[in-house]
C-alpha cells in the first residue's frame, strides 16, 4: 500500500511539472485512359486554351474539356483545381508539376509522361480563381459520372455535390439512372437533391430533396440545410417558403439527432484506440511490476527501444528488398521482442538484483537508467524524429457516416493488442514458466523451498515484461513520433493503468487501460488532454483510497509489503 501511494504521489508531480503542388500516384500515371473520344492534337489544343487568354476564354475551355467526354481530361482539370498546373518557362508547354525535393518534377499534361526536374522559378503556375473551381468541379464530375471505376464515381458524385451546379444535373440523372452500387447510388442522390434544394423553383421538389438530405448523415449537408435556416440582420428569415423552412428544420433535427449517435460511436472507438495502446505500454509493467515490486521507470526506454528497432529493420528492408516493405513488421515484431527483453534481463541482472526491497533506490537506479538510454539513442540516432512507415495494409481508412473515418493503423493495433493480451494468458496459465511466475508472485519464500530458482525466474520475468514494452513500441512507431522521448510520453498512464487494474493482474491492466482511455476520450473535448488527464489521476487516487489493491485484487508481494 504504501508502494502504492508513493507512486501516486509521484505520477502526480511528473503530471504537473514552397509552391503547392499535388503529387500524381505512380498507378495514376501509368493507367491508361479509359477512353479516347476525340484526337490528341483537339485536346492538347483545349489544354492550350485553358492556360491562356482572359479567365472567360478558360471557363469556355473547362466546358470544352467537360463536353470532350475523354478521360485524359481528367487529370489536367484536377491538376488544375489543385494548384499544379503550369506551363514550361522555355517553350509554354503545358505540364503537371509534382513536388521532388526542391524542385517539381515535370509530366506531360495529358500523356502524363516524366519529362524532367526543374526548380520552381522554370515554370509558372496557371492562374485559377474561385468562380473556375466551381466550374472545374462540376466538369470533373461529369467527366467521372459514368467512369467504369466505381471509386471514381463515387468521387464524381460528390464533386457534383460540393459544386451544386444546375449545369450537372442531366448527366446526373442519366448516371443515377444506370448505376447499381448502392453506395455511390446514395451520393448521387444526395448530389441532385442538393441542385434541386438550391436551384429548384418548385415547393414540393425542394421539399423532397429535403427529405432526401434529412437521411444523410454528413456535416457538409448539415452546412447546406442549416443555410435554408438563416435569418438577415433584422432577424427575418432569408428563405420565404414555410413548407420549405419546416421541412429544412426536420430535417437538421434528424441529421443532427444521427451526428451525435456516430460522434458518440466514433468517441467510443477512439477511446478503445488510445486503450490499446496504453494496454501494450501497460502490459511488461504490470508483470514486472507485480511479480518482482520493482517500480521500474525505465520501462519506457524498453518501449523506444521496439520503436527503434522497428525503424532499423524498416531502413534495412529500404536498402535491400524494397518490394517486400510490408513484410518488415513481420519481421520487426520478433526483433522488436528480442532486443527489448536483452536489455531487460541485462538491467535485472547487472541493477535490479542488488536492490530488491528498496523501493526508493530502485526508482532513482531505473530513472537514472532511463536518462543514460535516451542520451544513447540520441548519441547513435540524433534528437530528431526518425521516418517508420505504414505498410500497405496499414494506411487508409475506413469512411463512415457523419464524415467520420476509422484509420486502419489504430484498427491493427487494437486487434494486435487483443492478440498480446492472449498470448499472455496462454503463456501465464497454460505454461511451466507461468506456473513458476505464479508460485514467485504469491509466496516467493515457499516456491523457493520447493526447488524454484527464484532469481532466475526474475531475470525471465523482466525480459517477458521488456520484451512486451518492444512489442508495444512497433505499435507505438505506427502512429507516434519515434524519438528518443517516445517512452516518456506512456510512462505515467502506464502506472495508473496498472495501480487502477490492480498491481500484476492482467485482467486488471486490460479492463484498466480501456476504461481510463475511452473516460479520456469523452472527456477531452471539454476539459482538453492535460486537464482530462489530470482529472482522470485524481479520480484514481479517490478509487484507491476506497480499493487500495485496485480493481482485481492479486495476493502476493507487490501488493502485501
Same mark, same amino acid.
Given at each position: 500500500?504504501?508502494?502504492?501511494? !508513493?507512486?501516486?504521489?509521484?505520477?502526480?508531480?511528473?503530471?504537473? #511539472? =514552397? $509552391?503547392?503542388?499535388?503529387?500524381?500516384? $505512380?498507378?495514376? &500515371?501509368?493507367?491508361?485512359? %479509359?477512353? &479516347?473520344?476525340?484526337?490528341i492534337d483537339a485536346l492538347r489544343s483545349m489544354v492550350d486554351d485553358l492556360v491562356a487568354g482572359s479567365f472567360g476564354d478558360k471557363m469556355t475551355a473547362v466546358r470544352d474539356l467537360a463536353d470532350s467526354g475523354d478521360d485524359r481530361a481528367i487529370p489536367v482539370l484536377e491538376a488544375f483545381l489543385n494548384g499544379a498546373l503550369y506551363t514550361r518557362a522555355t517553350d509554354g508547354r503545358v505540364v503537371i508539376g509534382e513536388r521532388r525535393g526542391r524542385g517539381l518534377l515535370l509530366r506531360d499534361a495529358l500523356t502524363l509522361e516524366e519529362l524532367e526536374v526543374v526548380p520552381t522559378t522554370a515554370v509558372n503556375r496557371v492562374a485559377i480563381n474561385n468562380r473556375l473551381r466551381g466550374m472545374v468541379r462540376t466538369a470533373l464530375g461529369s467527366l467521372t459520372l459514368m467512369s467504369p471505376n466505381t471509386e471514381r464515381r463515387r468521387q464524381a458524385a460528390h464533386a457534383v455535390f460540393r459544386a451544386r451546379s444546375a449545369d450537372a444535373e442531366p448527366l446526373l440523372q442519366e448516371a443515377l439512372a444506370i448505376e447499381t452500387e448502392p453506395s455511390v447510388r446514395r451520393r448521387m442522390e444526395r448530389a441532385l437533391a442538393a441542385i434541386h434544394l438550391v436551384h429548384g423553383t418548385e415547393t414540393e421538389q425542394r421539399v423532397a430533396a429535403l427529405e432526401v438530405l434529412g437521411r444523410v448523415s454528413d456535416r457538409e449537408v448539415r452546412t447546406l440545410v442549416a443555410s435554408v435556416l438563416i435569418q438577415d440582420s433584422d432577424g427575418n428569415p432569408v428563405e420565404a417558403d414555410d413548407a420549405v423552412r419546416a421541412a429544412a428544420a426536420d430535417a437538421l433535427a434528424s441529421i443532427d439527432g444521427r451526428l451525435a449517435l456516430w460522434g458518440f460511436a466514433v468517441n467510443v472507438f477512439q477511446g478503445v484506440s488510445l486503450g490499446s495502446v496504453l494496454l501494450l505500454a501497460a502490459f511488461g509493467l504490470a508483470i514486472t511490476f507485480g511479480v518482482m515490486g520493482v517500480i521500474n521507470m525505465a520501462h519506457g526506454e524498453m518501449v523506444m527501444l521496439g520503436a527503434y528497432t522497428t525503424f532499423l529493420v524498416q531502413q534495412a528492408f529500404r536498402m535491400w528488398a524494397p518490394d517486400a516493405f510490408d513484410y518488415s513488421l513481420a519481421v520487426a515484431l520478433p526483433a522488436a521482442f528480442l532486443v527489448a527483453g536483452a536489455f531487460g534481463i541485462a538491467i535485472e541482472r547487472g541493477i535490479i538484483r542488488f536492490l530488491y526491497g528498496r523501493p526508493l533506490e530502485t526508482l532513482l537506479a531505473t530513472w537514472g537508467l532511463s536518462l543514460i538510454l535516451q542520451q544513447l539513442v540520441r548519441t547513435v540516432f540524433g534528437s530528431s524524429n526518425v521516418e517508420v512507415g505504414n505498410p500497405s495494409w496499414m494506411s487508409g481508412a475506413v469512411e463512415i457516416a457523419g464524415g467520420f473515418a476509422l484509420t486502419y493503423n489504430r484498427i491493427w493495433i487494437i486487434v494486435f493488442s487483443l492478440m498480446? !493480451?492472449?498470448?499472455? *494468458?496462454?503463456? /501465464?496459465?497454460?505454461? @511451466? !514458466?507461468?506456473?513458476?511466475?505464479?508460485?514467485?508472485?504469491?509466496?516467493?519464500?515457499?516456491? &523457493?523451498?520447493? #526447488?524454484?530458482?527464484? =532469481?532466475?525466474?526474475?531475470?525471465?520475468?523482466? @525480459? *517477458? #515484461?521488456? =520484451?512486451?514494452? =518492444?512489442?508495444?513500441?512497433? %505499435?507505438?512507431?505506427?502512429?507516434?513520433?519515434?524519438?528518443?522521448?517516445? #517512452?516518456?510520453?506512456?510512462?505515467?498512464?502506464?502506472? /495508473?493503468?496498472?495501480?487502477?487494474g490492480g498491481v500484476g493482474n492482467l485482467w486488471g491492466t486490460f479492463v484498466g487501460a480501456f476504461t481510463l482511455g475511452i473516460v479520456n476520450k469523452f472527456i477531452e473535448p471539454y476539459a482538453g488532454a492535460v486537464l482530462a488527464k489530470i482529472l482522470v489521476l485524481v479520480a484514481i487516487i479517490l478509487f484507491i483510497q476506497k480499493r487500495p489493491r485496485g480493481l482485481f485484487a492479486l495476493r502476493g508481494r507487490a501488493v502485501e509489503n
Open positions: 500500500m504504501r508502494k502504492v501511494r !508513493f507512486l501516486l504521489v509521484l505520477m502526480a508531480v511528473l503530471m504537473v #511539472g =514552397g $509552391p503547392l503542388a499535388v503529387e500524381v500516384s $505512380p498507378a495514376a &500515371a501509368d493507367e491508361a485512359p %479509359a477512353t &479516347a473520344a476525340i484526337d498480446v !493480451f492472449a498470448m499472455l *494468458l496462454v503463456v /501465464m496459465r497454460h505454461t @511451466g !514458466f507461468g506456473l513458476r511466475m505464479r508460485a514467485v508472485t504469491q509466496n516467493r519464500q515457499m516456491a &523457493a523451498s520447493m #526447488g524454484i530458482r527464484t =532469481g532466475r525466474i526474475d531475470a525471465l520475468t523482466f @525480459g *517477458l #515484461g521488456s =520484451g512486451v514494452a =518492444g512489442l508495444a513500441g512497433v %505499435a507505438l512507431s505506427q502512429i507516434d513520433n519515434v524519438s528518443p522521448n517516445l #517512452g516518456q510520453g506512456y510512462i505515467i498512464d502506464s502506472f /495508473m493503468v496498472v495501480v487502477f
